[in-house]
């Protein structure tokens, strides 16, 4: 299902796709740089096509907003899903270290353990 409707305005389009409660995409048709670029940005959908319905690229994010879907699939971001950040600083042999930046020396951070 795709809905069409005749808008008197880039405002009244804008209110009608975003007072839905799906949004996986949104294709808009312009020749005005301007206008296609604010519709980019207030059109609330995972996805947006400007002039070219449905035009596909498998190395972009594909996702939806609201009740169409969640998160992202493929891109960067869909990746992002299955990644976890962490630090680790190891020392396998567990030397001894000369921790330079412990601005105190042992007997005063650690007072009757020596």
């Known amino acids: 299902m795709a809905p069409i409707c005749r808008v008197e305005s880039l405002d ?3 209110k009608l796709s975003n007072d839905s409660r799906y949004g ?3 294709t808009i048709y312009t020749t005005d740089l301007e206008e296609s670029m604010r519709a980019v ?3 609330e959908a995972g996805m ?3 002039n070219a319905p449905l035009l596909d690229n498998d190395a972009g ?3 939806g907003r609201k009740q169409s879907g969640m998160g992202r699939q493929l891109g ?3 990746l992002d899903t299955f990644r976890h950040s962490k630090f680790v600083m190891m020392d396998p042999a567990a030397s001894a270290q000369d921790f330079w930046w412990f601005p105190f020396r042992d007997e005063e951070a650690f007072p ?3």
């Open 12 to 14: 009244e389009a804008l």
């Open 24 to 26: 996986l995409g949104s």
């Open 41 to 43: 940005h207030a059109l």
């Open 48 to 50: 947006v096509w400007v």
């Open 61 to 63: 994010p594909f996702g």
């Open 76 to 78: 960067a971001e869909g």
């Open 112 to 114: 009757g353990t020596r």
